[in-house]
């Protein structure tokens, strides 16, 4: 036998070792995909919990502190509507009436804030889908 002459050849064997090493290396990469949109959608859950948590305190530490200061600015704007010259009975009711304006209107404000912010952050596991597409980018060169 002269194995001098002999040129390596594509066996069965070694095509069904590629195709087996092709199968294990492809659920390996789905399985590191799914892993991957795991963590992002955690840590997006995660940030949108922890912000809404501080949005709710934060509303009822303000909210503690509004009563307050609204009852300070309701008696002190019924004595100064009083000073020019408004009777008892109107400033009365006027003040907490400009106050609940004011109030409102602030309110609203950051309502329209919070409910932008929310809607600037994307449920989607964004950094798992560019792998996705890249990947399948990749298996088209391959073909």
């Known amino acids: 036998m002269n194995f001098v ?6 066996t069965d064997e070694s095509l069904a070792d590629l195709v087996r090493d092709l199968r294990d290396e492809s659920i390996t990469l ?7 949109a795991k963590t ?6 995660s940030k949108t ?4 948590a501080f949005l709710g305190a934060g509303a009822l530490i303000a ?12 008696w002190g704007g019924r004595q100064l509507l009083q000073m020019w010259g408004l009777s008892a009975e109107v400033s009365l009711w006027l ?3 400009i106050l609940g304006v004011i109030v409102g209107t602030i309110g609203y404000i950051l309502i329209q804030k919070a409910i932008r912010t929310f809607k600037h952050m994307k449920a989607a596991p ?4 560019q792998s996705i597409k890249e990947d399948q980018q990749w298996l088209r060169k391959q073909r």
Request: hydrophobic fraction near 40%.
């Open 126 to 129: 964004e950094k798992t889908m």
């Open 95 to 97: 003040m907490p009436l």
């Open 49 to 52: 919990g922890k912000n809404a």
């Open 63 to 74: 909210y503690a502190g509004l009563i307050y200061l609204m009852q300070f600015m309701n």
């Open 5 to 10: 002459d002999e040129k390596p050849t594509m």
């Open 30 to 36: 789905v399985r590191q995909q799914i892993e991957l």
């Open 40 to 45: 992002e959608t955690n840590e997006k859950i």
